[in-house]
């Protein structure tokens, strides 16, 4: 597996479907990037108002914006300004089945954006319908000669995709480690903070290990 060299990257755009996606796949990769003294713009493109649809304490509303805040923490954390910072607030779990004429308005939201000289996306492998549209999306907003990085937060199983595709890269995260590992514990609507839906979504101390090992792994195709 390859190492990873940041050097001659001057401007980025990390792409994430659902506010915490960025953390989980890249925080040690902004990190180094932003004290590097690279720009690093990061895009979320959900509203990730659907890991409660049970919880009545917290609609949909004040759970998209429960989370964006909960970005802004976690990206401040990594030296992101926020005017790097985006929301397009596309509706969470539908993005996946909306098609393509969908992807390719995400597409033309994507490319408004300074080009960038490395972009990061989500993975085709990826288990989740909305990573995946978000990985289409990606490939149609910049041309391919722009080098690019894959993450996969959940390897498909069915067919078995455990790996993100391309050559295989690997980012040692070093004292960056136990700040990714904080910046994980801030998305309190994703660690337990959401107390009325025990059938929501929940970043669980087996996932927050997971998530938060000293290395981040990402391939060289979408």
Do not use: C
């Not at 390859?2 to 990769?29: K, Q, W, Y």
């Not at 085709?124 to 993450?151: F, K, Q």
């Amino acid at each position: 597996m390859s190492a990873l060299d940041l050097d001659r990257v001057v401007r980025a755009h990390i792409i994430a479907p659902h506010p915490d996606d960025e953390a989980i796949g890249a925080f040690g990769l902004i990190t180094a990037l932003r004290r590097r003294g690279a720009v690093v713009d990061v895009t979320l493109v959900t509203d990730g108002g659907a890991s409660h649809p049970g919880s009545r304490a917290w609609p949909r509303a004040r759970l998209s914006a429960a989370r964006y805040a909960e970005t802004r923490r976690a990206m401040r954390r990594a030296g992101v300004r926020r005017q790097d910072l985006r929301f397009l607030g596309y509706p969470d779990g539908e993005l996946g089945f909306a098609g393509s004429p969908t992807e390719g308005r995400l597409a033309r939201d994507l490319a408004r954006r300074p080009r960038p000289d490395l972009i990061v996306t989500p993975s085709m492998n990826d288990n989740h319908a909305d990573h995946r549209a978000v990985a289409r999306a990606v490939a149609r907003a910049w041309p391919g000669g722009i080098p690019r990085l894959s993450y996969l937060v959940w390897p498909r199983l069915v067919p078995h995709r455990p790996r993100p595709r391309g050559r295989q890269i690997a980012a040692r995260l070093g004292s960056h480690a136990a700040m990714k590992r904080a910046a994980l514990r801030l998305y309190r609507t994703q660690t337990g903070g959401v107390k009325d839906d025990p059938d929501g979504f929940l970043l669980d101390r087996n996932l927050l290990v997971r998530f938060g090992r000293p290395v981040e792994r990402f391939g060289t195709r979408p």
